[in-house]
């Protein structure tokens, strides 16, 4: 992401689906778009479900 041009804080990486599960629900804001890329051995769908189950910011889910 950083090398197509986003700025390097507006990145996150992480190591695992329950790290990155627990850590992007509270700093989503809305109107955030999340790029969720990763091999299917991680298991996106789990990041995917903690963060468009969130009650506070209706998630608009973008498929490509």
Partial sequence: AVAGGFSA????HFDDSVSASRALPPILRDGDLVLLKASRSIHLEE??????????LPMRMVAS
Wanted: aromatic fraction near 0%; charged fraction near 30%.
């Fill in 9 to 12: 804080d507006a990145v996150a």
């Fill in 47 to 56: 990041i995917a479900r903690a963060i468009t189950h969130r009650e506070a």
